[in-house]
């Protein structure tokens, strides 16, 4: 049996990552449970090791949670509006929120026979992409958001380095309509969980320390 944490799974992409795992077998007979996980909190999380332990343990974490700020009708903010406060509150969910997870489940993951990890990332992530004119995603000027990501992609390659063990990678989902964007991603959440899920079913032997889409490894 293999037993699978999503953060943020009530919804979107987690919702959806959820739901394919359970049925390719992951966790128990019962299928999904809730348990309750805000990753900005250390008693909650702290909570929900206690919770995982006691039902046995965990093998696969999904770091999934993640905010996005959005201006007046959906749009993205300009990077003249870029404040502290919320680089702060982005960083306190998909960066910090990130690192007190996993902090806080390595000593079950380390007790797992095939510990893995998946760190939802973005293709806002990628420098590459983002400082080159010809790249689709270089118009998005917001900071924090994609600034967060590349956090991201450097707690993946360090932990997969600290941690040979394990299977941890960084995964881009492509744009995708949840209520992340307002609806406005161009796929379904059955094509952006596709990646997700196939890092979270990696073996043993599968690749650690990436940054991959559904086509295969990004430019960093
Ligand atoms: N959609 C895209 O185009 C796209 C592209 C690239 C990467 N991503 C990444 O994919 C991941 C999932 O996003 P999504 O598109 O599925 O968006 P979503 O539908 O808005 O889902 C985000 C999930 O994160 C949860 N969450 C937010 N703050 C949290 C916190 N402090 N503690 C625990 N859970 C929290 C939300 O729960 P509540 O609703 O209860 O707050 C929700 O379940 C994010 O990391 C996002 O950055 C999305």
């Not at 965990?58 to 949670?65: C, F, I, K, T, Y």
């Not at 983002?130 to 991201?152: G, I, R, W």
């Not at 707690?155 to 989902?173: G, H, L, S, W």
């Amino acid at each position: 049996m293999t037993t699978t944490l999503i953060t943020g799974a009530n919804k979107g992409l987690g919702f959806e990552t959820a739901r394919r795992l359970v049925e390719a077998g992951h966790t128990d007979e019962l299928g999904a449970r809730f348990v309750q996980l805000d990753v900005t909190d250390d008693a909650c999380v702290q909570a929900a090791v206690k919770t995982v332990e006691a039902e046995g343990g965990l093998d696969v974490l999904v770091n999934n949670a993640g905010i996005e700020v959005r201006g007046e009708n959906n749009s993205i903010p300009p990077a003249v509006d870029t404040t502290a406060d919320e680089m702060r509150t982005v960083f306190e969910t998909n960066v910090f929120g990130v690192v007190r997870v996993t902090h806080a489940f390595l000593p079950l993951l380390q007790r797992s026979e095939a510990p893995v990890v998946v760190n939802v990332s973005s293709g806002l992530a990628s420098l590459s992409r983002l400082s080159d004119p010809d790249s689709p995603a270089h118009f998005y000027q917001a900071v924090a958001y994609p600034t967060s990501k590349t956090a991201v992609n450097m707690i993946t390659v360090q932990y997969a380095k600290a941690f040979p063990n394990m299977r941890i990678n960084a995964v881009e989902p492509g744009f995708t309509a949840t209520d992340l964007n307002g609806l406005s991603g161009t796929q379904t959440v059955e094509e952006g969980a596709e990646i997700i899920v196939r890092m979270a079913r990696v073996g043993p032997d599968g690749p650690t320390g990436g940054y991959v889409d559904v086509d295969g490894p990004l430019a960093w």
